[in-house]
């Protein structure tokens, strides 16, 4: 059930790009930021500096962060890049676990467009179960 749960608020939440592009001066800062947001499950700034910031009401937001929390109880101590894509030139698609003491797994799927003046996340996903990641490639 909680998978489903997860799977439900991410799909609602896909990351899509809008007007305002959100700009990441180096991968390095988009690692960064992924990083620190998803180890301590700040699920709001995330989804908000990945695309969704006027896509989704605050009630939306709260409620998809409320359900997330609700499935990942516990902040993530480890996180490690797993697949990584290079599409072209300038587009990659990446895979992030985030892991805790709990045995507690979250995977990360992002599309990435690297510019000359940053890297932009095209689309991301967020979710407990792996198969639903490795199938974006």
Known sequence: ??????????????GVLHAEIPLFKTHQDYVDF????VMSRDFIPLIKQLGGDDEY????????????????PFDFTGTEL????????????????????K??????????HHREDG????KFNLNTNSDKIFEKF
């Open 57 to 72: 009401t605050d009630a939306q937001l709260k409620s998809t962060n409320a359900q997330l929390l609700n499935v990942m």
């Open 103 to 112: 045995s507690s797994y979250v995977y990360f799927y992002s599309l990435l």
């Open 1 to 14: 059930m909680s998978r489903i749960l997860v799977f439900l608020a991410c799909t609602l939440f896909p």
């Open 82 to 101: 797993i697949k990584n894509v290079r599409l072209s030139a300038s587009f990659t698609q990446e895979m992030r676990v985030f892991w805790n003491a």
């Open 34 to 37: 992924v990083d620190s947001k």
């Open 119 to 122: 890297v932009v996340v095209l």
